[in-house]
């Protein structure tokens, strides 16, 4: 079945440091790649999404780039800020849109 | 973007008692809403994938007659966690999407049993 697989956290950086969290599925067929954001106390947000290989998604500086030869979609920001603290998941959408989520990678970023 | 809200953003209830959790898109008509649980410090698990005038799609493992699930209408979901106990307390979150577009998440609910 589908699977997402991210590095186990906590990633803990100074401020504007570079950030890459690593994130790599397994998954039939041509699924939708998301990263999703939750700050403390409350749900997820959609943070960006690639429907393609090689799309490449972007929001609020953080980008990521669906690559289908290495089935991976990592997840960076050139230079965090201490409000980019927050858990990140990735997550793969397959027929129907049916998410599949890792298991969250937890960002601590100190001034 | 799309907003999703649920109602209570907290709960705590006694053992035995049940629970309801409403969860609305507020500027779209939801086609299909999910309801998740999620663990302290884990990922999410999704738990019933319901589709508006339809009975709901429950995950393997998962309670049918503990957790049920309504979808009512096009904006409106609600998870009614009934004889709660306090291996139920956790964190449940709704999401919802029109036809096959992106999902959008709620802000979640915290519950817990006494």
């Known amino acids: 079945g589908d699977s997402v697989t991210q590095m186990e956290g906590p990633v803990t950086l100074s401020e504007e440091a570079f950030l890459t969290i690593n994130c790599t599925y397994t998954a039939t067929g041509y699924p939708s790649l998301f990263w999703y954001v939750q700050y403390p106390g409350e749900g997820l947000q959609l943070l960006l999404k690639a429907t393609k290989a090689d799309d490449k998604g972007s929001n609020k500086g953080f980008e990521a780039t669906y690559r289908k030869e290495t089935t991976s979609f990592h997840l960076e920001k050139g230079s965090v800020q201490v409000s980019d603290s927050a858990v990140y998941f990735c997550a793969l959408g397959s027929a129907g849109n049916m998410l599949t989520f890792g298991g969250g990678t937890r960002l601590m970023v100190k001034p | 973007g799309a907003v999703v809200s649920q109602h209570p953003s907290w709960v705590i209830c006694k053992s035995g008692t049940s629970v309801k959790i409403e969860c609305r898109s507020l500027d779209f008509q939801a086609t299909t809403m999910f309801w998740y649980r999620q663990f302290p410090k884990q990922s999410l698990m999704l738990m019933a994938t319901?589709?508006?005038?339809?009975?709901?799609?429950?995950e393997q493992g998962v309670e049918k007659d503990k957790f049920l699930i309504n979808h009512a209408s096009l904006t409106l979901s609600t998870l009614t966690v009934t004889s709660a106990h306090p291996e139920d307390s956790s964190f449940y979150i709704c999401s919802a999407r029109w036809g096959q577009e992106t999902q959008y998440f709620g802000p979640g609910t915290r519950l817990l049993v006494l």
């Open positions: 319901s589709n508006e005038g339809s009975k709901a799609t429950y």
